[in-house]
């Protein structure tokens, strides 16, 4: 089973091959093996 920190690291790493979205505009917070996202978007796109 994955750590938290590995958990948000992985995700994190995904946001980033994301060409539609900005990594430093959004928070992972991972905690007892669940990720929760932060963050506000501009279009129903993203």
Known sequence: MKTNA???RD???AIKWEPLLHAAEI???AKDGVVSLTGIVDNYAK
């Open 11 to 13: 995700v994190q790493n």
């Open 6 to 8: 590995k958990l948000q």
């Open 27 to 29: 928070g992972v917070i």
